[in-house]
């Protein structure tokens, strides 16, 4: 299945595209924080909802209200992290290739992405409120889901491509 | 000059030299000390969108400072405690990084900012809360903390670009 994407990923690490990100530090560190950023307005607007729904957040209005007012900003963080995270991947496309890291969270981000859309949608909009055990669930689910996301990202950096060693050496 | 006396003593004392050794420990940290940028920044900017009537239009602005910003001091701490770490094991290194070095000079500028919008302005939000457009000192200190927190996130991200560094 990996090795399968492995001569996408060779084009996509040579396109003009990639070549000129991967000789700019530059354009490199500007993508790099443009996608923290991003990250901040994703998860933070994500975070609010899901504190709100678990009982945390702004609990004196119905999630509902908070969910629909936080909605635009939720999509902007999503449209810049989707710009600025295949700008990255550009300039390092082999590395991620080779990184286990990387899977894990290509791996969660479709679930999260599915799930903040469908059953997150449903949950949020719901009026009157869902209560309860099934809204707690919902909020840990889209959690971790999202922070997993981000946890698996910074793991790229630290433990790098690793799949080009030897089996059995995952992290030295 | 006695700050970089204190940097040698600070990253040669245990705590520091173990951080700087372990092969997880500075990772996890700084992971953790990331992870919190959402904590820190993502609720502080819902309260600077809704001071710039950009968001959560429809609640009042203390409802929103007194929901929200515990949040922020609470995430804030844990930053400043995971950052505290990290800095001790590099400490030398950072005292000679311009980009940290406007890193704190922007941490204190976002909590000037912060202190005078709730010395002044937010003393007297019963007058203002309910309306959708906050007063001009309100936005100006909304747009301002936006601003500041975004070049910290900027600058704490270009200390890894700056020599020394061959993180990319």
């Known amino acids: ?172 | 000059m006695h700050l970089l006396g204190f940097c040698r003593w600070l990253e040669n004392t245990p705590a520091a030299m173990a951080f700087r050794n372990s092969t997880w420990m500075f990772d996890i940290l700084e992971t953790f000390h990331t992870l919190g940028i959402v904590q820190v920044a993502g609720t502080i900017m819902l309260v600077d969108l809704r001071l710039l009537g950009l968001g959560l239009k429809r609640e009042p602005v203390s409802d929103v400072v007194s929901r929200i910003v515990p949040w922020t001091l609470w995430g804030f701490a844990f930053m400043a405690v995971s950052g505290f770490c990290l800095f001790s094991a590099e400490a030398v290194k950072l005292y000679d990084s311009t980009a940290f070095r406007l890193k704190l000079v922007l941490l204190a500028l976002a909590g000037l900012n912060a202190l005078i919008f709730h010395l002044t302005v937010y003393r007297r939000a019963t007058e203002w809360e309910n309306a959708p457009v906050a007063p001009l000192r309100a936005r100006v200190a909304g747009l301002l903390s936006l601003l500041f927190w975004m070049a910290v996130i900027a600058a704490g991200r270009a200390i890894a670009y700056g020599p020394g560094y061959d993180r990319t």
């Open chain 1, 1 to 172: 299945m990996r090795q399968s994407l492995q001569p996408f990923f060779y084009w996509y690490g040579h396109t003009p595209l990639a070549n000129m990100m991967s000789n700019s530090k530059v354009l490199i560190a500007s993508a790099q924080i443009a996608h923290l950023l991003g990250m901040t307005l994703l998860l933070g607007t994500i975070m609010m909802v899901d504190l709100t729904l678990l009982g945390f957040g702004i609990k004196r209005y119905p999630v509902s209200r908070v969910a629909k007012e936080l909605a635009p900003w939720t999509a902007a963080g999503l449209v810049i992290m989707f710009v600025t995270g295949p700008l990255n991947l550009a300039s390092e496309a082999m590395k991620c290739y080779d990184a286990t890291f990387f899977w894990i969270k290509m791996g969660l981000l479709v679930p999260a992405v599915l799930f903040y859309f469908t059953v997150h949608r449903r949950v949020r909009m719901a009026d009157p409120p869902v209560s309860g055990f099934r809204a707690r669930l919902v909020a840990c689910v889209s959690l971790t889901l999202w922070f997993g996301i981000a946890l698996a990202a910074k793991f790229i950096g630290f433990v790098g491509d690793d799949l080009r060693q030897p089996a059995g050496i995952f992290f030295n």
